[in-house]
């Protein structure tokens, strides 16, 4: 059965859309400047699907990264995907930022992972994972010293996954600690919006709002 599907992503910085038939890519654009997403990705939209012989009628689905990241990306992204969503009167699919940064992570995970996304100066916004995908600690914002994860590092190994690593690993020097250099890319998007399509997991478009965890955070002043 085909179930094309609209991806957008608007949380960390740049601005993707992309298009997959069920988790097999078809198509993708992006735009690496933050300043212009919001007149871009409507005319962007359009612009993918006439390019692969698609219209807006044969989506059955879209797929948006909800946060945490850009306090101005996840509304622009959210904002976008709820406005089409409505129009077409077809399901949203509102995807965490931490859960699809440990979902991209899962192949090298052999215990924990900690999805980590980056804010101002030590701060983070991260949440752990098991093997399995279930929460070990909720989404929360944390500053990170060289004491932080020390409970857990003492029983467990630990992923840690996504765009703030390069400043956390300069502090946490635990040997169950391990960096990985990748973050996710389009195709986890395609992958883990698919599963959670014929998972219905689907948002109401009345109440879903972006997932801050705190709010008026703004990645380009990082």
């Known amino acids: 059965m085909s179930n094309l599907i609209l991806h957008i992503d608007t949380a960390l910085g740049k601005a993707s859309i992309s298009l997959a038939n069920n988790?097999?890519?078809?198509?993708?654009?992006?735009?690496?400047?933050?300043?212009?997403?919001?007149?871009?990705?409507?005319?962007?939209?359009?612009?993918?699907l006439q390019e692969n012989n698609y219209t807006l009628a044969?989506?059955?689905?879209?797929?948006?990264?909800?946060?945490?990241?850009?306090?101005?990306?996840?509304?622009?992204?959210?904002?976008?995907?709820?406005?089409?969503?409505?129009?077409?009167?077809?399901?949203?699919?509102a995807?965490?930022?931490l859960e699809l940064i440990a979902a991209a992570a899962q192949p090298e995970t052999?215990?924990?992972?900690c999805a980590m996304v980056d804010a101002r100066r030590m701060e983070v916004f991260m949440a752990i994972y098991n093997k399995a995908g279930e929460v070990i600690v909720a989404p929360t914002a944390k500053i990170i010293?060289?004491?932080s994860f020390e409970d857990l590092l003492k029983k467990h190994q630990i992923v840690f996954a996504g765009n703030s690593n390069e400043k956390v690993k300069k502090i946490i020097k635990n040997?169950?600690?391990?960096?990985?250099?990748?973050n996710y890319v389009v195709y986890d998007i395609c992958n883990l919006a698919n599963r959670m399509f014929l998972n219905f997991s689907f948002s109401e478009l009345a109440y879903v709002e972006p997932f801050y965890i705190k709010e008026f955070y703004n990645i380009s002043k990082n």
């Open 145 to 147: 010293n060289d004491n």
């Open 23 to 48: 988790d097999a890519l078809i198509a993708v654009k992006e735009n690496l400047e933050m300043r212009d997403q919001a007149g871009w990705i409507h005319t962007a939209i359009q612009t993918l």
């Open 95 to 97: 995807i965490n930022t």
């Open 175 to 182: 040997t169950n600690a391990v960096f990985l250099e990748n």
């Open 58 to 93: 044969q989506l059955k689905a879209i797929a948006v990264v909800a946060g945490p990241g850009s306090y101005t990306g996840l509304r622009i992204g959210l904002a976008t995907a709820k406005g089409l969503c409505y129009a077409l009167q077809i399901p949203l699919i």
């Open 110 to 113: 052999t215990d924990l992972v």
